[in-house]
C-alpha cells in the first residue's frame, strides 16, 4: 500500500497546478497525481473558449469581474509562452435583449478597471448598426493549452510528484488518520490502494462520482454538454476577437491550440443540461451523445450582427461537459469551489470556473491547516 503526503486526483490546469504548489511552497515532499485520460490538460482545461478573462464579460458579477482583472496580469506573467496577445479584441452591446446598455458597460469597465474604449469606424462597419448599440477595443488575450501541458509535465517534473495516467479512482475512504484512495489502470483493470494524509479531488464534472466514504459536494452543480465550433475566420475577422454582450449573444475567439477561432452562442452551445448526482458519470454520458453540430444556427444568428462571419469555414467541433454552480446561474458568476468535508478530514473538492481563477485557489491552500 503506498502512502504520499497527497493525492491529487485530476490531471487538469488545477490539478497539476496544485500539486505543484503543495511541494514546493508547502513542503510536502510525496505527491501523487492520478488522471483518467493519457495526458495532461486534455478535457475541460482543453475544449474551452480558451478565453483568458479580464473581467470584461461579467457585468452582473462584481466579484467574478474583479477577480479576473486581479489575477490576469499574474497568468501573463506566469505563463507567457502560452499566452496570444497579437489580436484586437471587441465587445459589441447590443441594442434589444441585452442585460446591460453601452453607457453601463462604460460604467462597470471603469468601476473593475478595465481599459475599455470606442473601437474605431473600420472596427464599427462589420457589425449591422441597427442591431449593435455600441462597440468597444478591450485588452483580452487567449491561451494555447498545448502549451500549458508541456509547461505542466515539465513542472511536475522538477515537483518529483508521481504522474499516474490513464487511471481511474472508484472510491475515497476514511482510514483515520489518513484517507485511502482505491483507484484502477483503465487498460489493464489491475486495482490499487493509495493512501494519504490529504486528498484533493480536482475532476471538475466528475466531482462527485466517488464511492467508499465520499460524501459529495455540498454544493449544488449543473452539468452541460457543450459545442464549441471550430472556424477559420475570413480575411475581416482574422485578427479579431468579437464578443456580443449580454445576453443571448456569442464570441467568437482565437484558439491557438488549432489556430483557429472558437464560435460559442449562448442559445446554441449548450446542447443538454442536467443537475449533477452521484450515479451520473457526466463523461460517461457525454460519450453516449449523439454530437450533432449546431454550427448552421450559430452562424445563421451571428450573421444577423456580424455578417462577414458568412464567409468563414466550418472545420471541426469541441464537445465537452461543462460544470457550473447552481446559485450562480441567476447572475453568470463562476466563482471557486473550494469545499472541505468535515465527514473526511483532510479531503477537499476544488472547481474552477475559469482558468485565471486557479490564484484564489492556490492562496486557499497557501493559507490552509494541513493535518
Known amino acids: 500500500m503506498a502512502l504520499y503526503d497527497a493525492i491529487i486526483i485530476g490531471g487538469g490546469f488545477y490539478g497539476t497546478a496544485i500539486a505543484c504548489e503543495l511541494t514546493t511552497r508547502r513542503g510536502f515532499s510525496r505527491v501523487a497525481l492520478l488522471e483518467r485520460e493519457p495526458a495532461l490538460l486534455t478535457r475541460s482545461s482543453h475544449n474551452n473558449q480558451a478565453r483568458i478573462h479580464n473581467g470584461y464579460h461579467y457585468p452582473r458579477s462584481f466579484t467574478t469581474a474583479y477577480r479576473s482583472r486581479v ?51 473600420t472596427l464599427c462597419k462589420l457589425f449591422e448598426p441597427r442591431l449593435i448599440e455600441a462597440v468597444f477595443l478591450a485588452q483580452e488575450y487567449a491561451f494555447d493549452a498545448s502549451v500549458l501541458a508541456n509547461q505542466a509535465a515539465a513542472a511536475l517534473n522538477r515537483a518529483g510528484v508521481e504522474v499516474r495516467f490513464s487511471t481511474h479512482v472508484n472510491s475515497i475512504r476514511a482510514e483515520p488518520p489518513r484517507l485511502a484512495v482505491e483507484c484502477a489502470h483503465i487498460a489493464t483493470g489491475v486495482s490499487e490502494t493509495l493512501v494519504a494524509r490529504s486528498v484533493f479531488n480536482c475532476t471538475y464534472s466528475g466531482l462527485n462520482q466517488f464511492g467508499g ?16 465550433a471550430l472556424m477559420q475566420p475570413p ?38 443540461h442536467w443537475l449533477d448526482q452521484p450515479g451520473i458519470d457526466p463523461y460517461q454520458r457525454l460519450e453516449n451523445y449523439a454530437c450533432a453540430t449546431r454550427v448552421d444556427r450559430m452562424v445563421r444568428d451571428v450573421a444577423r450582427y456580424l455578417p462577414a462571419i458568412l464567409d468563414a469555414r466550418y472545420v471541426d467541433s469541441l464537445f465537452e461537459v461543462k460544470t457550473v454552480l447552481v446559485k450562480n446561474e441567476g447572475d453568470d458568476g463562476r466563482p471557486i469551489l473550494f469545499e472541505k468535508h468535515p465527514e473526511l478530514p483532510g479531503c477537499y473538492s476544488i472547481l474552477g470556473g475559469k482558468i485565471d481563477n486557479i490564484y484564489d485557489v492556490l492562496e486557499k491552500i497557501y493559507r490552509e491547516q494541513f493535518l
Open 213 to 228: 466514504d465520499f460524501p459529495g459536494t455540498r454544493t449544488r452543480l449543473k452539468q452541460e454538454i457543450t459545442e464549441m
Open 235 to 272: 480575411d475581416a475577422l482574422a485578427g479579431l476577437g468579437v464578443t456580443v454582450m449580454d445576453g443571448p449573444f456569442f464570441s467568437m475567439i482565437p484558439f491557438p491550440p488549432r489556430k483557429l477561432h472558437t464560435l460559442s452562442h449562448v442559445r446554441y452551445t449548450p446542447h443538454l
Open 71 to 121: 489575477n490576469l496580469p499574474s497568468f501573463v506573467r506566469d505563463y507567457p509562452d502560452a499566452v496570444k496577445q497579437d489580436f484586437t479584441k471587441l465587445y459589441a452591446i447590443a441594442r434589444r435583449n441585452s442585460n446591460v446598455t453601452a453607457k453601463q458597460f462604460v460604467r462597470f469597465c471603469k468601476d473593475i478597471g478595465a481599459r475599455l474604449e470606442p473601437a474605431p469606424d
